[in-house]
């Protein structure tokens, strides 16, 4: 039966993929989901008013009953199939989150590296005006590389400055999404958790409409002690 | 296709890692390819020319090679950033439709289980059973029912949880990818800086040699209030330029070579002739054994020549010459002194001195 509800489901996807290309596919189990919700609402609602004015004896009066079972087992396979998708997204949403994390991590780290280094190069820099100051004393015609030099000592500086400042950016952002791995490993395990339940729910939905279903026969059995009749299927 | 991107990034992210380790290298390279360039740049030339040619080179390699490691590290933290634009995520509803099913249907079941509850018959009593298992299937039906709301509310809840996470991490990233850019641009900056720094080093090796002291082109030459005619000389300076008690500044020295603490200078003229002495205390390096002291006296023609040379002879009998080269300001005069070498002593100086 679920086969076949998958069957249907993967047709009707596949019917609604030319007009909604981008479409996400859980947005589309979600609409077939909340549709059979829906058709059985509508069957289980009129059930009673439907059978009221039928013999109990009358094979229209447990067809309906079974229909609206029929209506159910849909619907519960389709939030089944939506739940399972969805659980199955939320476990990839963790993953990439996780090592979206670890990419931040190292991008972020990369930060650290960038002031040590623009340090050590304006190190490097300072060493170089020193020496360019004392060549200056016999050519003094290299003043103007001298400034540019320092200029570019100044520009260093200033990038190592800026490293710093990002570099102090790096906790808060990994904290954040630690928070965003946290808070999607908690969606992960509470749409799993929803999707195990509702398998147990299907399980006495079964019994509870196979208990329906005997009460029309046993309805049936209190009239009429022979076996009810059935309506055959076209 | 979200895990394929995420591969991407891991891989990108294995590139970056390469590309900081090639741009080091290069720039290593760079450091490497000439660390006295600056010390050796006064002695001037094609060859200092030459060299910071090939520096430049070098330095246009390194900037080459860093910024295409900022860009793909901003390629990296966009990705980082459109993950995050794209996660976000769509609220679930819970139904309650459910629930009032249960409710209302074994409300009703109730009833007639009740209308039947004392009926002998038979039959009816095979219905009752009927009701009351179904019954029971609806009263199981209930707390599973009421579970699975509680996991969806959980899962509601967490949406909100993963949107604001959502919405701090992606502000950060933002600011974070803003600053490689940025930094790709100043880098940019960097590399126009360095090459023009190398061509003023090229530019600055043409011709000869000009110390500190000469004054540059398009200096405004020194202008004196009460002018009177200056006596005839051999030199194009007035002689009061090189005559005279000269000292080494304890503030704002100018020197190349050994640090003096102390230089005393004296230049007489007589028929054009040149006299002097000199005494004088040089700093040495820690832990030197060598001889701080420097005396010799000089002397010799004026000669019709901005900058003045005489022989000299130190007090241990080594021979040199000194150079008087008058300064941009009347009360300064460069000296630059070379002897023969002497073990333990001062061989070389070159210094500005004021007049007393």
Redesign the interface.
């Known amino acids: 039966m679920i086969r076949f509800v998958s069957f249907l489901l993967f047709l009707a996807l596949a019917r609604s993929a030319p007009a909604q290309v981008v479409a996400d596919p859980l ?1 589309a189990l979600r609409q077939i989901a909340d549709k059979a ?1 829906s058709d059985w ?1 509508a069957l ?2 009129g059930l ?1 008013q439907k059978i009221a004015t039928l013999l109990p004896c009358d094979p229209k009066s447990r067809a309906a009953v079974e229909e609206v079972s029929r209506a159910s087992d849909a619907r519960l396979s389709a939030l089944s199939a939506y739940l399972k998708a969805s659980a199955a997204k939320a476990k ?2 963790t ?3 996780k ?2 994390l670890a ?2 991590a ?3 780290g ?2 650290v ?2 002031h040590t ?1 623009a340090d050590e190069e304006r190190a ?1 820099i300072e060493a ?2 020193a ?2 100051k ?9 003043s ?2 001298e400034q ?2 320092v ?2 000592a100044n ?2 500086k ?2 190592a400055a ?2 710093e ?2 570099s102090g ?1 790096r906790e ?2 990994d904290s ?2 630690g ?2 791995v ?3 490993q ?2 992960q395990t ?2 799993e ?2 999707s195990a ?2 398998d ?2 299907t399980a ?2 079964k ?2 409409y ?3 279903v ?2 029309a026969i ?2 049936c ?2 009239i009429n002690p022979g076996p009810p009749q059935r309506k055959k299927q076209p | 296709m979200k895990r394929a991107c995420l591969f991407a990034i891991v891989a990108v992210m294995s590139l970056a890692q390469r590309s900081r380790d090639d741009y080091r290298a290069v720039y290593r390279g760079w450091k490497q390819t000439d660390p006295n360039l600056e010390r050796d740049a006064s002695t001037g030339g094609a060859a200092i020319a030459q060299r910071a040619d090939r520096m430049a080179a070098e330095a246009a390699r390194s900037a080459a090679a860093r910024k295409e490691f900022l860009e793909g590290t901003a390629q990296d933290e966009a990705q980082q950033v459109e993950w995050l634009e794209n996660a976000s995520l769509i609220p679930e509803s819970t139904s309650k439709s459910d629930e009032q099913f249960i409710k209302s249907e074994a409300a009703a079941v109730t009833r007639t289980i009740d209308t039947f509850a004392n009926d002998p018959d038979k039959g009816m009593q095979q219905l009752r059973q009927a009701l009351a298992k179904e019954r029971v299937a609806l009263d199981t039906l209930a707390p599973v029912i009421a579970q699975r709301k509680k996991a969806a509310e959980e899962v509601t809840a967490s949406t909100g949880a993963i949107e604001q996470a959502r919405t701090k991490a992606l502000e950060q990233s933002q600011a974070m990818l803003e600053g490689f850019k940025n930094a790709g641009a100043s880098a940019s900056s960097e590399a126009a800086a360095w090459a023009e720094y190398y061509r003023k080093i090229g530019e600055a090796a043409q011709g000869t040699a000009t110390p500190i002291t000469e004054v540059l082109p398009g200096a405004p030459p020194a202008v004196l209030n009460n002018p009177v005619p200056a006596p005839p000389t051999v030199t194009p300076l007035p002689l009061a330029r090189y005559v005279g008690a000269w000292t080494f500044p304890q503030t704002n020295a100018l020197y190349h070579g050994p640090q003096p603490e102390f230089i005393d200078l004296l230049v007489h003229e007589e028929n054009g002739h040149a006299t002097g002495s000199a005494f004088a205390r040089f700093k040495l390096p820690p832990g030197s054994t060598g001889d701080p002291i420097v005396r010799f006296d000089f002397s010799g023609e004026f000669q019709p020549a901005r900058r003045q040379v005489f022989n000299l002879v130190t007090a241990e009998g080594a021979k040199g010459t000194i150079e008087l080269i008058p300064g941009p300001a009347f009360n300064l005069l460069e000296i630059n002194f070379q002897t023969e070498l002497k073990p333990g002593k001062i061989h070389q100086a070159d210094v500005v001195l004021v007049k007393k």
Request: charge should be negative.
């Open positions: 947005d919700s609402q289980a609602k009673e990839a949403d993953d990439a989150a090592r979206v990419a931040q190292a991008l972020s990369g930060w590296t960038e280094e490097v170089q005006v020496d360019l004392e060549s200056m004393r016999k050519r003094g015609s290299l103007g590389a540019m030099l200029e570019i520009m260093v200033q990038r800026k490293s400042e990002q950016r808060s952002l954040s999404l928070d965003l946290v808070a999607y908690t969606r509470a749409l958790n929803e339940l509702l147990a729910e006495r939905w019994a509870y196979t208990a329906r005997s009460r046993t309805e059995a209190i």
